[in-house]
């Protein structure tokens, strides 16, 4: 099925199906949340990320990802999940090419759609596999 421009996409929010430690609490997601409303966080909000580990850093950038992209400002929701893609840990990777993969389809980008969706069929990782490969069958 294909997005129509204009259309609404809910994607929702939810932790990977695999257990790994270092997942933002609620109030990560709070506060990137936040963070994406008031675009610069002011100083005394940034006094609480000082102290968090990479890894930590790397869940709040993807749930700022979505948060930006809750709010429609598709640009840094892409600009973000970019980052984490590329990024040498690799910590959200997955999710991130998922949900860019979504992105572009919201901005009927198909054709980058499945580049990203490729990448991720690539990795041969069980996250979201069926529903990859029923995605790039519908695109193609």
């Known amino acids: 099925k294909k997005v129509s421009p204009g259309q609404e ?37 940034n006094e609480g990320l000082k102290n968090l580990t990479n890894k930590e ?10 948060a930006y ?17 590329n990024n ?5 990777r997955n999710e991130s090419l998922w949900y ?10 198909n054709d980058s759609a499945i580049k990203y969706l490729d990448k991720l069929k690539k990795l041969k990782v069980n996250y979201k596999k069926n529903e990859v490969t029923k995605l790039l069958k519908t695109l193609n």
């Not at 850093?57 to 979505?66: D, P």
Request: charged residues 30%; proline residues 6%; neutral net charge.
């Open 9 to 45: 996409l809910r994607l929702p929010v939810s932790r990977p199906a695999r257990g790994r430690a270092g997942y933002p609490d609620a109030g990560a997601l709070v506060s990137a949340t936040r963070m994406a409303k008031t675009a610069e966080s002011p100083e005394p909000e």
């Open 57 to 66: 850093i790397s869940g709040v950038t993807f749930y700022k990802a979505i």
């Open 69 to 85: 992209l809750e709010l429609k400002d598709f640009e840094k929701s892409k600009n973000l999940l970019l980052q984490l893609i």
């Open 88 to 92: 040498d840990d690799k910590e959200w």
């Open 100 to 109: 860019i993969a979504l992105l572009e389809i919201k901005l009927d980008n």
